[in-house]
């Protein structure tokens, strides 16, 4: 009897979080897909400095990269020329399909799930030189940093072909569901897009298995 396939996942995690926090709050959506993909977590490799964003100055209080300065921080929504540490996260992941890898997929949360819809452009543009088959994008958007605006302004029309599956809240109250639904339709080639009624969060519920599964389906 054939052994059904299992994907070997690397999951980035959103601002403010790192790899255990991450890996907490996805424990009923990985329990859902437990004999389908092998979930793998790293941290970002910037601490956010103590201030607004971390006021205990906790060192499990990570940033892919930040949009502003004087402390460096990071929002969703901020238009900025600013950036520092991107390069160094593209690295970490870099690093992490070296000596970690290979991987099918990568899943990104938030923050995380930006940084993923970057890495597929580079990969679209040949600038990624790792291969995966898939991308899962929870509460995902479209960075508005300037160096990432271009990067999109590059398809000039074209539309990433990796196959997606974009998961979004519809009471998402941190990014805004219409930010994901866009990145999803404006970017990729035919995304599969779950929404879900809760916020921002990675729905565990059992009723969402099947699309889930429907989505891996495409990608064996």
């Known amino acids: 009897m054939t052994q059904p396939l299992v994907y070997k996942v690397l999951c980035l995690h959103g601002y ?5 926090a991450f890996k907490t709050k996805t424990g009923g959506f990985r329990k859902v897909l437990k004999n389908k993909i092998e979930f793998v977590f790293i ?8 201030g ?13 990269w930040f949009s502003g300065e ?4 990071f929002s969703s929504k901020h238009v900025s020329d600013y950036v520092k540490g991107f ?4 690295q970490k992941v870099n690093e992490a399909f ?5 991987f099918d997929g990568i899943l990104g949360f938030s923050q995380g799930g930006s940084l993923v819809a970057l890495i597929c452009l580079l990969k679209h543009f040949g600038e ?7 991308a899962i994008l929870s509460s995902a958007f479209k960075s508005l940093t300037s160096s990432h605006v271009a990067l999109f302004n590059r398809l000039n029309g074209d539309k990433i072909e990796i196959p997606t599956l974009h998961i979004i809240g519809q009471n998402d109250q941190v990014v805004e569901h219409s930010r994901s639904e866009s990145l999803a339709n404006e970017y990729f080639n035919n995304p599969t897009i779950v929404l879900h009624p809760g916020g921002h969060t990675v729905p565990s519920q059992t009723s969402f298995r099947d699309k889930y599964l429907d989505f891996l389906s495409l990608v064996e």
Not at 16 to 20: G, P, T
Not at 98 to 102: L, Q, R, V
């Open 16 to 20: 403010r979080q790192d790899a255990k």
């Open 128 to 134: 990624f030189e790792h291969d995966f088959k898939f």
């Open 98 to 102: 070296i000596n970690m890898g290979p």
């Open 52 to 64: 607004e964003q971390n006021p205990e100055g906790d060192d499990s209080c990570l940033s892919w």
């Open 87 to 90: 390069d160094e996260s593209i």
């Open 70 to 73: 004087n402390p460096d921080y």
């Open 43 to 50: 941290d970002a490799p910037h601490i956010i400095n103590q």
